[in-house]
């Protein structure tokens, strides 16, 4: 049997990988042989070259000069430095725009954009298509058997949409390739409304802008589309590298909730998932928020450990206000992506620019050379990730799933709903924050998934549900598992069409009652709910202020948990817990604050007996990783004073070298993270 191309990547760079992005062609060569004796200095062994390369690579069309690429693959080869060789395609030189206007991208206005930044191609342009091909063959051909070829790094943050005519063309080639008829598209889109019917394929256009408010389930299908296309971009270029290369693995880096790039689709297409990361040191929830990131991540690659491909040494430059990680935590956010399951810790980039766009975006190597608070933290994290060598490969398994559906997010922000400005990401990260808080591992899955092995699901706002959907939520119940799920779920199907027999459409005889009303809460106003009589969820003194969204809830077969003790709905219940199969239904009907919310988590997932990695004072977050033989505690501090546990189990802190004893207990300051290896079969007995 052959190796798949990751094995053959981990054999030759085992442990956590660590490096960036570098742009040897914003440099003198002279610089060159310096950059490879620093990296090796730093523990840099991988790093992304050539990512926005294209035209120091080909001036004209068709003239292709690899003269200086050679020369830095030969040096990093000879540094020992592995290379995630980029095909350039992200950022088409001014030829391309000059030569061939229709290789631009147009916008939603209308407007073409011109050169002068990146990402500004039409995903669909054949020219484009073909000179992005060409050169990626070119350099996949070159560079088949050098030593420092590792991996490939296709594109870069796939994010296009385009509204020109190629487009419009591509658009309605894929709608009949989903819908076969013209009528099957009418029926879908519910054209009957406000006289849209379609009598001709013609007519049939991308949601360019409109007079009023636009069809909703054009917008969808154009959301659809528009991952497809870009993905259809990706899987074109991996399929030629593999041809020339098929033991060299192909990614490309995935960002922070891109609208129209569902990942659940491209984290099946890729070799290895990869992410690019910059959480906001002005943002107290930032490295909560990335954890949910890391999480999604692992899951989108089916369990297997994944890339943490880009991040800041210190500060961004692309915000309003671009706050410097403070000392030691860009080793905290680092080590935590290493807790949720990264075999990688990289950067962009490696050496400051000193023009364009991004001159005061940080760097691993800043502007003030190797005399600089960040040159020494990133030497310092270099050595100790090769102590956390044998965390990698380790894998996570996790009890409790939380439901990220980027179907979803596209439908329930859609047009004309009760409340326009629904904010998906903030909902379903409210919901990941309560369980991160509570130290449970956590998947991030769809409802199309298998959910198995779950014994809680978290259920944000799943306002598309299809009949596999419900039919999936229904099975994972009668299997005994424990589902939370949130208001304005189970309203519409795949088309954005209201399911019938009212309100939870999807979800009804699921959560034992059903929705009167939608009743949402004017802005900056809360009502008081309280834990209900005779229930038996929430401890009895549970109170909560409610904001956004009232259910006007009618109980059926569901007992009620809490109840409103304010407004026009006093009295009726905010919170159902339904009995069904062996498995329970908690159904939310508002938005709870984020204390209260963390309570009916906390319940749920005592209820259905999973308990935290291990205990910890608040503040400190808590994963593991286990491979063969062994398993992995990470305990991160994210306070800012001193924490102290009692371990549970024995081994040895791999940062420090030292054993440690069950009932030991470990001291972290502000900010200090530990990670103990005991073996498996150790940690099994102690716990009995
Ligand atoms: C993204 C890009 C990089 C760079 C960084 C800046 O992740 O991939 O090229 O622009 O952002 O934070
Ligand atoms: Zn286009």
Redesign the pocket.
Known sequence: MTDSPMSTFHRRLPGVVYGG?YNPEQWPREVWPEDVRLMREAGVRLVNLG??SWSALEATDGELDFTWLDEVMDLLAAGGIAVNLATPN?APPPWLAENFPETLLVDRQGTRVSIGS?GHFCPSSPVYRDRSRRIARALAERYADHPALAMWHIG??YHAHCFCDLCDDRFRGWLRERYGTLEELNRRWGTRFWSQHYSDWGQVHLPRPVRGSVNPSRELDFARFTSDLQLELFTGERDLLRSVTPQVPATT?F?QFFRLVDLHRWGQEVDVVAL?I?PDPANVNSLADAAFQYDLMRSVGGGAPWMLM?Q?AAA???WKLNLVKQPGRMRLGSLQAVAHGSDSVMF??WRASRQG??KF?SAMLPHGGTDTRTWQEVRDLGEELVRLGEVATGRTAAQVAIVWDWTNWWAVEGVAHPINSLDYRDIVTRHYRALWRRNVAVDVVTLDDDLSAYRVLVVPNQYLMTQAHSAAVRRFLEDGGHLLVSFFSGIVDEDDRVHEHGHPGALRNVIGGHVRDFSPLPVDTAVTVRAAAHQSLLDGGFRAAAALWQDDLVTESATAVAEYTQGYLAGQPAILDHHLGAGRAIYLGTQLDDDALGELVAAVLQRAGVESVHAAPSGVEVTERQTANDRFLFLLNHGEGTATLTLDRSGVDLLTGHAVETRHEVVLGPGDVAVIRSPLSRVASSGS
């Open positions: 992005d990512v926005f992200a990146r870069n943050e880096n960002m690019d910059y880009e800041a961004v430059s692309q962009f980039q766009q991004e975006h």
